[in-house]
């Protein structure tokens, strides 16, 4: 389950994204599109793509925190051989499996057949302009694992290409390209987690109904309460006023 949050915006920043090579359970190559994050203490596997790769699931017990201090319970990982292309590349990650990790990079496909790449530039995602779902996200110790001498500034400084292991990856701006949503997301644990937080806000925000009490009444009151006694017989009474 996914929370998220968007706006119209003109500015969508670009999102590094890079298509690496993941060993299945017979050692087979399989494509994956990645989100490369420097920002990220961990790495993580989308649950659907570490079942087709059907690698055996390792037991842990994790938080990993998000926008806002929200915390995701992670219970397995798995251990990973990541690739490039031609191989000259090769690393054991461990990937922590999440339900889901984002929402499509880009949020809207965008056109570049403006741009004029240098002929001698491979890139990581030739994609990276067309939205299309996440497969999983690499972390921090990773992303600065991969990056090579090589770096061009791009369609007046708007986009900026680094070279890498798996080939350029592309960060900037659409300003130019098009009118997409400024998007935020995080994951959630489950849909008992949301509905016990929107049960608590909902109580917040309840509005208590006030009961009104005449002055008499008041009056009646406070002459039971003065006048009241236990009698003989184990019976309550009151004068009358």
Same mark, same amino acid.
């Given at each position: 389950?996914?929370?998220s ?38 790495? &993580? ?5 570490? $079942?087709? =790769?059907?690698?055996? +699931?390792? *037991?842990? !017990?994790?938080?990993?925190?998000? %926008? ?50 240098p ?18 996200? &690499? ?5 600065? $694992?991969? =990056?090579?001498?090589? +770096?061009? *500034?791009? !369609?007046?400084?708007?986009?900026? %290409? ?19 949503s ?22 917040i925000?309840e ?24 009698? &003989? ?9």
């Amino acid at each position: 389950m996914s929370i998220s949050a968007s706006q119209k915006h003109k500015n969508d920043i670009i999102l590094s994204t890079c298509i690496i090579y993941v060993e299945n359970s017979v050692g087979e190559k399989v494509p994956l599109r990645v989100l490369a994050d420097s920002g990220s203490q961990v790495s &993580l596997l989308r649950s659907s793509t570490a $079942d087709f =790769l059907n690698l055996r +699931k390792l *037991k842990t !017990d994790m938080s990993v925190s998000g %926008l806002g201090g929200s915390n995701v319970k992670i219970k397995s990982k798995i251990k990973g051989v990541i690739s490039n292309g031609s191989g000259s590349y090769k690393r054991v990650v461990d990937f922590h499996v999440v339900p889901k990790i984002t929402n499509m990079i880009p949020v809207n496909s965008f056109d570049i057949s403006h741009i004029v790449f240098p002929s001698n530039v491979h890139l990581a995602d030739p994609t990276f302009n067309t939205s299309n779902s996440i497969d999983a996200l &690499l972390s921090a110790d990773i992303f600065f $694992d991969i =990056l090579k001498d090589g +770096k061009y *500034k791009l !369609d007046n400084g708007n986009l900026i %290409l680094q070279n890498t292991e798996f080939g350029y990856i592309i960060s900037g701006n659409t300003s130019r390209f098009s009118s997409g949503s400024l998007h935020c997301g995080l994951i959630t644990k489950d849909f008992e987690t949301l509905n016990d937080t929107l049960k608590s806000f909902w109580e917040i925000e309840e509005i208590v109904p006030t009961k009104f009490v005449s002055d008499e009444l008041k009056k009646c009151d406070e002459h039971f309460l003065k006048t009241m006694a236990r009698t &003989l017989t184990d019976v309550f009474a009151s004068r009358c006023p």
